[in-house]
């Protein structure tokens, strides 16, 4: 369900989303939706990312694990069936 919002907005702001929104053939709310919604994605993405990190620095992992990844990484690379350089699959 949708609800009806009013927000105080410059007009520059305005002028630029009126323009932004005919150039990709959407109506203003429509752009402002997107842009709202990509921004919290953005956003969210950007504190689980910290979060990771904090964790990482919090518990590092020890060079023995390092090089354990490394070798099942590789390992599991092997399996996989790799085009030959310069050609592509159809």
């Not at 069936?81 to 030959?84: A, I, L, Q």
């Given at each position: 369900m949708k609800s009806?919002?009013?927000v105080p907005i410059e007009k520059e702001?305005?002028?630029r989303l009126d323009r932004r929104a005919k150039i990709e053939a959407v109506s203003r709310a429509a752009l402002i939706r997107t842009a709202c919604t990509r921004y919290l994605r953005q956003i969210e993405s950007d504190e689980r990312a910290t979060r990771y990190e904090e964790g990482y620095r919090r518990i590092p992992e020890e060079a023995g694990e390092?090089?354990?990844l490394a070798w099942l990484a590789a390992a599991d690379l092997t399996d996989e069936?790799?085009?030959?350089a310069g050609r592509?699959?159809?």
């Open positions: 009806v919002i009013q702001l305005l002028t390092q090089e354990s069936e790799w085009p030959e592509t699959e159809t």
